[in-house]
């Protein structure tokens, strides 16, 4: 007897809302755990073509790490759409002007470059600092695996 493939329905898809505290938290491993929640991999509900992912607040992005020497030799590029319109940016300059893009170009870079990709990244909500105005959703801590430091 054959099993037929289960596919995830709009109706049960049930969203939960997490908070993460990024303090002291590998960059690129907080990434990954962030990226798989929010495309819903953790559930067995997972269907490739659904969103059935949960909410993330991460707090704290501003004091997220960065291993070895990525501070000063790793660089974030960007192009003004004008001819000899590339920009560069040290990280370090990054993490001061803007933490919080930081983390969500790190977990955009792990997300499909599809229409369900733009839609998942919505529901990632980054704070530099300790307080977040989503306490009304009753978050759950969610604790991440630190890595290496």
């Known amino acids: 007897m054959l099993q037929p493939t289960y596919s995830a329905r709009p109706g049960d ?40 992912g949960d909410n993330i607040i991460v707090i704290n992005a501003s004091k997220v790490a960065l291993t070895g020497k990525k501070l000063d030799d790793k660089f974030h590029y960007w192009h003004t759409g004008y001819q000899g319109g590339l920009k560069t940016i ?17 977990v955009r870079g792990m997300l499909p470059k599809t229409p369900l990709g733009r839609a998942v990244i919505k529901k990632l909500k980054v704070y530099p600092g300790d307080q977040h105005p989503h306490a009304a959703q009753n ?11």
């Open 139 to 149: 978050p759950e801590p969610l604790a991440v695996q630190a890595g290496a430091r």
């Open 90 to 106: 040290s990280y370090r300059k990054f993490m001061a002007k803007d933490p919080a893009g930081v983390v969500r170009l790190a």
């Open 13 to 52: 898809i049930e969203r939960r809302w997490f908070v993460i505290d990024a303090e002291g938290v590998v960059l690129g491993r907080l990434a990954t755990q962030l990226a798989t929640i929010l495309r819903g991999k953790h559930k067995p509900m997972y269907t490739p073509s659904m969103d059935t």
